[in-house]
């Protein structure tokens, strides 16, 4: 099932900025610069935070303890608009995906990029983008073939997360505007995956900014250990990231030697494996229960031979672990298949013997294109001088 929504005219569109994103010290200096008491200031910042990201507030004037004269300020300043819904599709299995349009910040006619929200009887695992398109060019994923057009903001990040709780009714005191296929208890969205459009580290201080929006107490609300960054290996981030955020780590590794991994995973020319581990051996709090996932896309004949899976073993010996078998999903170009049934299993069976957790991800929103390395959106590509400009330019 589709649904569309129109974009909003361009030649009408709100040139205030989004108030969401902000930190909680970048909320309290805006505040500072308006005509708000300094020793009101933290106590007022304290205030909006909360009823924007504990309440989900779309406006202001939802905010009752809040002076009048302030809210006026601000409205007249800020929006707090989540990213734009241009279109939503819902998966035979319950799996939807939302095409979100961005700012395009003058450089691309269309700026937008993929959410998506998966339903299980006891659980909901949101999976949001970091960036518009992508570097790193992985030869097995459909975000791969879609240049980077540019970082996301933290509000752009968070957005993401409040834009799905709006959709589902995720919000203290709402009922879920659609409540098929959503998961039983009071939250429907229970864990947040980076593991969307974009590579996470390479847009390191705003992804921190917007998963400390996510893990704050009166903010979002959501435990470190339900929130999962997942990288293709920028392996001079991971200490900082496990130092700064310190939530769970996934690895896009998919491959046991240096040469197939520089074909699949090209960051791997630069960071080899051997890099690789032995950054996630040091990962800050590591333990058996704060366990490193290790994500393994399963290619027929590339990388899923019973010598594979015990070299993978021998790799990961020493690293609190668990691994990701992940069925190929296929995209429109791609030139590899999915590996045999049987094949998946005997990879498994070798992986699990050796003590790791190993379960096969069951494919979900493949036939919307919602799948793991399914997602791209039709945002222009840009070059790298256009890129460079937009860095340069101002917020």
Not at 21 to 49: F, H, K, N
Not at 94 to 122: C, D, F, H, M
Not at 214 to 240: F, Q
Not at 317 to 332: E, H, M, S, T, V
């Amino acid at each position: 099932m589709t649904r569309t929504v129109q974009p909003s005219d361009a030649d009408n569109a709100d040139i205030r900025p989004s108030l969401v994103g902000l930190t909680r010290a970048e909320l309290q200096s805006v505040l500072g610069e308006m005509d708000v008491p300094s020793r009101q200031v933290r106590m007022r910042a304290a205030q909006i935070w909360r009823w924007v990201y504990a309440h989900g507030v779309r406006e202001f004037d939802a905010m009752p303890n809040v002076p009048k004269s302030l809210r006026a300020e601000l409205i007249g300043r800020f929006t707090l608009d989540r990213p734009e819904i241009v279109t939503g599709q819902v998966s035979k299995d319950g799996t939807r995906k939302w095409l979100l349009k961005v700012p395009s910040n003058g450089l691309a006619k269309a700026s937008e990029i993929e959410t998506v929200y998966i339903p299980e009887e006891s659980r909901g695992t949101l999976c949001i983008s970091s960036q518009i398109g992508c570097t790193l060019t992985c030869t097995f994923c459909h975000t791969g073939t879609q240049r980077l057009v540019r970082n996301l903001t933290a509000g752009e990040i968070a957005g993401q997360i409040m834009l799905a709780r709006d959709e589902l009714g995720d919000w203290p005191g709402l009922e879920p505007g659609s409540p098929d296929n959503l998961p039983d208890g009071d939250r429907k969205i229970t864990n947040i995956v980076l593991m969307g459009m974009g590579e996470p580290l390479y847009n390191f201080d705003a992804v921190r900014d917007a998963m400390a929006i996510a893990n704050d107490n009166e903010g979002l609300s959501h435990s470190r250990r339900r929130i999962t960054l997942s990288t293709s290996g920028v392996v001079p981030e991971i200490p900082r990231w496990g130092n700064e955020a310190a939530t769970m780590l996934a690895i896009s590794l998919h491959a046991v030697r240096d040469g197939l991994r520089d074909e699949l995973v090209p960051i791997n020319r630069k960071y080899p494996i051997a890099q690789l581990l032995e950054a996630c051996r040091n990962y800050p709090g590591l333990s058996n229960s704060r366990r490193i996932t290790f994500e393994y896309v399963m290619l027929k004949g590339i990388n899923d031979s019973t010598a594979d899976a015990r070299e993978l073993v021998r790799l990961l010996k020493g690293i609190p672990a668990k691994i990701n078998l992940i069925p190929f999903n296929p995209w429109p170009g791609s030139e590899y298949e999915c590996s045999d049934w049987g094949e998946i299993e005997t990879f498994a069976d070798i992986v699990n013997r050796a003590g790791y957790a190993s379960p096969v991800r069951t494919p979900r929103g493949r036939d919307i294109m919602a799948a793991c390395g399914q997602l791209k959106s039709a945002s222009t590509r840009l070059s790298a001088k256009e890129r460079r400009d937009l860095a340069s330019s101002p917020a």
